[in-house]
């Protein structure tokens, strides 16, 4: 189900989510809106034109409905993948409904519903490459350390390709993206910023009202706040970004009322 679209970005939903990986405020409910498909919304895909380059698609995928990004440009042709939960078939078909060859697989992080799908998006397209921050190239392999075999679900991915360090501008269906290292939710989190388009990928970091979770293994909410500030709030005020649950926000809208992390 399409939610909309903002700067060359569309929004697909395939599953309601069952679980968040967001921080909850007790006394500030966190809103759901828009990943919370309306009844009412129009069909995937409809009436759409993107005139920034390259295009995002939102697929929210799997049952924590985690936002699986498609970046691709439509002269080109070339494309590239940002994370793959479960039952990525929907990212795939797209793909091929384009004629689309991904380049890569490029990780936020490697909690399982991140990684879940990327199994079947190597198979399906095995001459994308699967990119991953060096910190956690380990946890593709390993399902304590993806937290998939405490959820009851224990998945692997093939090994990483490449890993990422923190500052390199690497190249992505011929455009340069840069890596942000963002440790918090994960020691591996990263974000991938668009400098030209003002967008970025930010995976569990960061939310429209929310951060992502420290519960969990390998998480430090002291290291998070610091990503945030120092990693994307740096970032200038009208950069869209692109969450890896619920709806997109911006830098500005965050810096102004995110209520765990308030920009000063
Ligand atoms: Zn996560
Ligand atoms: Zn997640």
Not at 61 to 79: E, F, I, M, S
Not at 153 to 163: F, G, M, N, S
Not at 190 to 197: F, N, R, S
Request: hydrophobic share 35%; with cysteine.
């Amino acid at each position: 189900m399409q939610l909309g679209s903002d700067r060359g970005t569309r929004w697909v939903v395939k599953r309601r989510p069952i679980g968040a990986f967001a921080m909850k405020r007790a006394s500030s409910p966190i809103p759901t809106s828009r990943h919370s498909a309306s009844p009412s919304a129009p069909s995937a895909f409809s009436g759409l034109s993107c005139t920034v380059q390259p295009t995002i698609e939102c697929f929210t995928l799997g049952p924590w409905a985690t936002n699986c990004y498609l970046v691709h440009d439509t002269q080109r042709k070339r494309c590239w993948i940002a994370d793959a939960s479960f039952e990525p078939e929907p990212l795939i078909d797209r793909v091929r409904e384009l004629g689309l060859v991904p380049d890569a697989i490029v990780l936020t992080h490697a909690h399982l519903d991140h990684i879940a799908g990327v199994r079947q998006v190597k198979e399906a397209f095995p001459e994308a490459t699967i990119w991953i921050h060096e910190a956690e190239h380990k946890w593709l392999t390993d399902p304590v350390l993806n937290l998939s075999a405490a959820a009851g679900l224990p998945v692997t991915a093939p090994e990483c390709d490449r890993v990422l360090f923190s500052g390199e501008t690497v190249e992505l269906g011929g455009e340069n993206w840069e890596v942000r290292h963002t440790p918090g939710h994960s020691p591996g989190g990263i974000a991938l910023v668009h400098k030209k388009t003002r967008r970025a990928i930010v995976g569990d970091t960061l939310f429209a009202a929310s951060v992502g979770r420290t519960d969990f293994p390998g998480c430090d909410p002291s290291r998070l706040e610091k990503s945030i500030r120092k990693q994307l709030y740096t970032l200038p005020d009208d950069t869209l970004i692109l969450p890896g649950h619920g709806p997109s926000t911006t830098i500005g809208r965050e810096k102004a009322s995110n209520p765990f992390v308030p920009g000063r």
